[in-house]
């Protein structure tokens, strides 16, 4: 994956893939254990505040916006403001990589690195990954000016701190570099992911405004209007809790996980596997597989419900993948998901606007299957109650 559009990167993120899993508990550890809880209180106040109430709106920057001032908390410290025009234009480069990456441009970049020496269409690529590479080289400038080795801030500070720490040993690969890889690879892979699920999430809800009622009467119910859900919430709000995962199911955005490589020969189901094979996941068969869904083919949140109305997860739900691998982000994302999701559908109606575009649902394939642009109207339940 060459978002990050250096030659080599993907070397780069297998190399120190011991050391990146290392980083966050190290980070974790170091930093204050209430940042977790102010972290979910953010969410759930600055949800609603992200989308405009009334007005036909596409909820795009909005929603990418308050999910990367998440990972943003956690690598740089800080959030950014909605109208914040440089980090504005960040998220519209990245969002361009996501698309261009897993292009015939960019998959040709990735095979053949060297041809960033000339010129053609993989240069925006090169332009965007190095553009986004500096404003992370900025932040960590700017905390090794103003780190406090008794009060680490967020993730960069724990970082440097480990660096100094393990500067006598001659093997270590906590060095700036790494640093500043690791920090892009959080933000990317923390930035666009909840967002578009939370998109495509949208557009189910709109599709089948039953589910979205069920919801909101169920969080209204066990919630009212001014308590705002937490986590612990999740088993009193088993059609909620349900809704959640079906979105993840059905938005499926990485259709076909992340490329691996066999380090050694393989048996797999008798199949011999020879090393170095690329190996894909193909997820959009596990998740319409009709020996394990009851409703393979539609959005229906009984998926995840047994006969009782109980949550329950199938073993094969597995969108952050499995293994060692298994996504660095995965119980972040399942709280950004819950407690966006879940706020949004207590405050908010959302709906079509007039004559609305046709979308096509199979969306965007880039690195991550993205939805077509496309505008809501938000209405406030308080009003409309
Ligand atoms: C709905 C949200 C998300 C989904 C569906 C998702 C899915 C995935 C998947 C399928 C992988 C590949 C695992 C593999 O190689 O087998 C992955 C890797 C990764 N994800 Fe996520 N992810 C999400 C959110 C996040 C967030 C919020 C972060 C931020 C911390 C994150 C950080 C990462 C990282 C760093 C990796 C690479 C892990 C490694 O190579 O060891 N992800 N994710």
Known sequence: MNLIGSCGSSDMLCKHINERRKIPSMAGKELNSNFYLKLIGYISTHTNACLFVGKSMNPQHALQNAVSNIICSIVFGDRFDYDDKRFSYLLKILNENFILAASATGQIFNLVPFIKHFPGPHQKIKKN???????????????????????????????????????????????????????????????????????????????????????????????????????????????????????????????????????????????????????????????????????????????????????????????????????????????????????????????????PQPLDMDGIMGIVRLPQTFNIICCSRDTEE
Request: include cysteine; charged fraction near 25%; charge should be negative.
């Open 129 to 355: 990954a190095s553009e986004l590479v500096g404003f992370i080289g900025e932040q960590v400038k700017e905390h090794k000016e103003s780190l406090d080795p008794d009060s680490p801030r967020d993730f960069i500070d724990a970082y440097l701190l480990e660096i100094e720490k393990q500067k006598s040993n001659k093997d270590s690969t906590f060095h700036e570099e790494n640093l500043v890889m690791s920090t892009a690879d959080l933000f990317l892979a923390g930035t666009d992911t909840t967002s578009t699920t939370i998109r495509w999430g949208l557009i189910y809800l709109i599709q089948n405004p039953d589910v979205q009622e069920r919801c909101h009467e169920e969080i209204v119910r066990v919630l009212g209007y001014d308590r705002l859900p937490s986590m612990d919430d999740r088993d009193k709000l088993p059609y909620t809790n349900a809704t959640v995962h079906e979105i993840q199911r059905y938005a499926n955005i990485v259709p076909m996980g992340v490329t691996h490589e066999t380090i050694r020969p393989t048996k797999l189901r008798g199949y011999d596997i020879p090393q170095g094979t690329m190996i894909l996941t193909n997820l959009t068969a596990i998740f319409s597989n009709k020996e394990h869904w009851k409703h393979p083919d539609t959005f229906n949140p009984e998926n995840f419900l047994d006969e009782n109305g109980h949550f329950s997860k199938p073993e094969c739900f597995i969108p952050f993948s499995l293994g060692p691998r298994v996504c660095l982000g995965e119980a972040l994302a399942r709280t950004e998901l819950f407690l966006y999701i879940t706020s949004l559908l207590q405050q908010i109606h959302f709906s079509w606007p007039p004559d």
